[in-house]
């Protein structure tokens, strides 16, 4: 997937089938007049539920870059907001790796959880991005993220 280039407030809004870079997106919303910038990373965990996790695989629809800069803007367009950078990885990936990234920056650090926990749960929501996780006995599942 292509990068999306930087608009406004939107600094990132990327669908990668490559590592993520964190520090990267902390970079891009940082602004002098920002008093909190607030960053989440989603990491592959090692278990689900009671079942041990092997690896992941998330695989994408072509619209999911557009889908991803649609709620980066949703979010950024709130005038608390001052920069939303996210990124959603695809491919393989393994324990420990950072499936999404999303910083937040605002004056205030009400606003910018408040701002960077909605930017999350839109992605999850909306994202057509689909999970397979391949577990520990050899046995796999697929989960529709949207």
Known sequence: MTAVP????????????????VGAH????????AGA???FCGVVRDHDHDRVVRELEYTSYPTAADVLREVAEEVAADPAVIAVAVSHRIGQLEIG?????????????????DACQRLVDEVKARLPIWKRQVFDDGTDEWVNCP
């Open 97 to 113: 790796d950072v499936a999404l990234v999303a910083s937040v920056t605002a004056a205030h650090r009400k606003q910018a959880f």
């Open 6 to 21: 930087s608009l406004g407030k939107v600094k990132i809004a990327e669908v990668l089938d490559r590592d993520l870079d």
């Open 26 to 33: 902390e970079a891009a919303v940082r602004d002098r007049g």
């Open 37 to 39: 910038d607030v960053t």
